[in-house]
T-cell receptor, first 111, second 114 residues
């Protein structure tokens, strides 16, 4: 019973392609997030969704778009992939300021 | 500009001894601090947290200390065990609530030697 699950775990794709990463949480949390861990190992927030509304949108390219069909899902769509998009992407959810639960990550490699 | 800094990329400690991981922050609006542990190919898992109204929080072998005036916190693990070998991330959040997300440090790779 994985609390926050994201698929796929690994994704290798060519430059210019469009891809999606899916995330689902079964914790009943109100807010879901996408974080990016780059080659320098920094974990940086990209987006958060609270009750199907985008709350914050850090300075990420508009090629990245989060989509939340319902409170339990927050998918990440990436258009026209570039080499610099290679990273590990983590989905997370929280019920408050204090309880963040992360998924196991999706390692995206753009070749 | 890094708002949360972990200046030690790695730390090696002998099994049974105390591990001390340090974290500094610059944003005085942060009011909640968390430590996460991460194994390779897994997501970060929550370890322990502390509110800015406290200066210490203890949970079993793990204790977090907060020095607000110095904008410094530390995680103590005692006694250190082989399973503690992992990357430890310090994180902070502000009074904006959960929607603001967390600001992470770069992590410290803790290696427990037998």
């Amino acid at each position: 019973d994985t609390a926050v699950s994201q698929t796929p775990k690994y994704l290798v794709t060519q430059m210019g392609n469009d891809k999606s990463i899916k995330c689902e949480q079964n914790l009943g949390h109100d807010t879901m997030y996408w974080y990016k861990q780059d080659s320098k190992k920094f974990l940086k927030i990209m987006f958060s969704y609270n009750n199907k509304e985008l709350i914050i949108n850090e300075t990420v390219p508009n090629r990245f778009s989060p989509k939340s069909p319902d409170k339990a899902h927050l998918n990440l769509h990436i258009n026209s992939l570039e080499l610099g998009d290679s990273a590990v992407y983590f989905c997370a959810s929280s019920a408050s300021n204090y309880g963040y639960t992360f998924g196991s990550g999706t390692r995206l490699t753009v070749v | 500009d890094q708002q949360v800094k972990q200046n030690s990329p790695s730390l090696s400690v002998q099994e049974g001894r105390i591990s001390i991981l340090n974290c500094d922050y610059t944003n005085s609006m942060f009011d909640y601090f968390l430590w996460y542990k991460k194994y390779p190919a897994e997501g970060p898992t929550f370890l322990i947290s502390i509110s800015s109204i406290k200066d210490k929080n203890e949970d079993g072998r793990f204790t977090v200390f907060l020095n607000k005036s110095a904008k410094h916190l530390s995680l103590h693990i005692v006694p250190s065990q082989p399973g503690d070998s992992a990357v430890y991330f310090c994180a902070a959040s502000g009074s904006g609530g959960g929607a603001d997300g967390l600001t992470f440090g770069k992590g410290t790779h803790l290696i427990i030697q037998p």
